[in-house]
Structures are given as structure tokens and as C-alpha cells.
């Protein structure tokens, strides 16, 4: 079983494109940047690691409006 489970992930953001597209950015930043907000982390790969972030709440998402 995966941890986070998609359900728990699902209810943090709107879409699982939305859910794709944050935690790819986040794991590209932690990979450049060298930076995580949760130190023990069940996943040794970047994309775990920003989807356990998103999991906690530490990682939101806003839309912004298009005109």
C-alpha cells in the first residue's frame, strides 16, 4: 500500500493533474535547492518526499485566476 495513500492526497488538492504538477515542481526544487520541511521522511526519492509534504498540509496549492 502506498503512504500517502491517494485518498488522503486527494482530499489536499482539486485533481490528480494538480496533484502530478505540484509535486513534480517540488521535487525538482528539492533536488536544486537541497531542501525539505519534514525531516524524516518515509520515501528516499524527491517525489515521496513532496507528496508526504502535501500530505502533512506544509505544501498548498492556489489557482489563479485567468482572464
Known sequence: MLDPSID????KLDSKYTLVTVSARRAREMQI???QQIENTKSYKFVGKALEEI???L???EKEDQE
Open 33 to 35: 535547492h537541497q531542501d
Open 55 to 57: 500530505d502533512a498540509g
Open 8 to 11: 488522503s492526497l486527494m482530499n
Open 59 to 61: 505544501l498548498t496549492f
